[in-house]
C-alpha cells in the first residue's frame, strides 16, 4: 500500500489577490506564477495517461502508488486552477495564456504514445526535489514574505511534490519497463517544457502591465535565470550588475553558490538511468509542514493559520 495522504485542502482566491505576490523578490514571484499556470497543464496531463497506465501495472501495489499520486496531483491542478481564475479575474487576457499551456500538454496526449507520456512526467518530477528543496530551505525569504494566500498554496504543493517525488517514476517503470528510455527522451521533454514556460512568460508581457509583474520575461527565462545568477554571484560592483542589466534580487538570491551547484549536479543526476528519488536529501521545511496540517492547523494561512475542527 502506498503511504500517500490526499489532503484535500480548499484555498480560497478572490479579486484581492496581487499578481505580483512576492514584492521583495519579484523575479522568485513571477516564476512562482508561471509555475501555477504550467502545473494546471500538467498535473491533469499526469492525471489523464496515470488513469492510462493503471491497467497495465501488474503489481497491485504499484497500483496503489499509481491511484494516490494522481488524486494528490488533482487537488493541485484543482487549487492552481483557483489561483489563475483569480489572476485572469484582474487580467483576462490570461485565459489566453491558460488555454495555450492547457493546450501544449493536450497535444502530447493526443499524438504521444503512453510511454512517452509516462518518461515526460517521470524526467520532469524527478527535477522536483531537488529544485524544491532550494526554494523551500529558503522559506524564509522567497514565500513568507510574500501574500500569505498565494505563498501558502506553493509551500502546500512544493511538500507534496517532494512527497511523492517516486511516484512518477515507479508507474513508468511499471509500464515502459525500460530505465533508458526516460534518458533517451529527456532532451526532448526540456524543449518541449521550457517551451511552454516561455509562451507564458510571453504572455505576462502582453496581458499584464510591468509595473503589476515588477519583473521581465528576460529576467526569468531560462537562459536570463542563468545569467542573473551567475552575475549576482560573481565579485562584481553593483554599478557594474547595473550597467549589464541585473537588478537584484535574483530569482534564487538566498541560496549560496554551493546550494546551486549541488541543485544543478542533482538535476543532472535525476536523468540518469538509475536515478532513485528516495535517495534525494530532503528540505527540512517539509517535516514541518506535514506537521503543522497533522496537527489541525489552517494550512491555506500557513503562518498565522489556527487549528481548525476536523
Request: net charge neutral.
Amino acid at each position: 500500500m502506498t503511504d500517500l495522504q490526499i489532503r484535500k485542502i480548499d484555498f480560497g482566491f478572490d479579486e484581492t489577490i496581487p499578481f505580483q505576490w512576492l514584492p521583495s523578490h519579484p523575479k522568485f514571484g513571477l516564476i512562482a506564477n508561471a509555475i501555477s499556470i504550467m502545473a494546471i497543464g500538467f498535473e491533469k496531463f499526469i492525471v489523464i495517461n496515470t488513469r492510462a497506465a493503471i491497467p497495465l501495472i501488474e503489481d497491485p501495489a504499484v497500483v496503489d502508488e499509481a491511484e494516490a499520486f494522481l488524486r494528490q496531483e488533482a487537488q493541485h491542478a484543482k487549487n492552481h486552477r483557483k489561483h489563475v481564475a483569480a489572476l485572469i479575474g484582474r487580467y483576462p487576457g490570461l485565459k489566453e495564456t491558460l488555454d495555450e499551456a492547457i493546450g501544449a500538454f493536450d497535444h502530447l496526449v493526443e499524438t504521444r504514445s503512453l510511454e512517452f507520456r509516462l518518461a515526460y512526467t517521470a524526467d520532469l518530477e524527478s527535477t522536483f526535489t531537488p529544485v524544491f528543496k532550494v526554494m523551500l530551505d529558503h522559506e524564509d525569504v522567497l514565500f513568507r514574505p510574500g501574500d500569505e494566500r498565494v505563498a501558502s498554496l506553493f509551500l502546500w504543493h512544493f511538500v507534496e511534490e517532494v512527497e511523492h517525488r517516486s511516484s512518477a517514476l515507479v508507474v513508468c517503470d511499471a509500464v515502459v519497463k525500460n530505465r533508458y528510455y526516460r534518458t533517451r527522451v529527456a532532451r526532448t521533454v526540456f524543449r518541449h517544457i521550457m517551451r511552454v514556460y516561455r509562451n507564458i512568460l510571453a504572455g505576462f508581457e502582453k496581458h499584464v502591465p510591468e509595473a503589476d509583474r515588477r519583473a521581465r520575461y528576460r529576467d526569468v527565462s531560462p537562459d536570463g535565470v542563468r545569467r542573473e545568477e551567475v552575475l549576482a554571484r560573481l565579485p562584481l560592483r553593483s554599478s557594474w550588475r547595473t550597467r549589464l542589466g541585473m537588478f537584484p534580487p535574483s530569482p534564487f538570491a538566498p541560496a549560496s553558490n554551493r546550494e546551486m551547484l549541488v541543485m544543478a549536479y542533482r538535476l543532472m543526476l535525476s536523468q540518469t538511468p538509475h536515478h532513485r528519488p528516495e535517495r534525494e536529501p530532503l528540505p527540512r521545511f517539509a517535516d514541518g509542514w506535514f506537521a503543522r496540517y497533522d496537527a489541525g492547523y489552517d494550512v491555506t494561512r500557513f503562518y498565522t493559520g489556527l487549528p481548525v475542527p476536523r
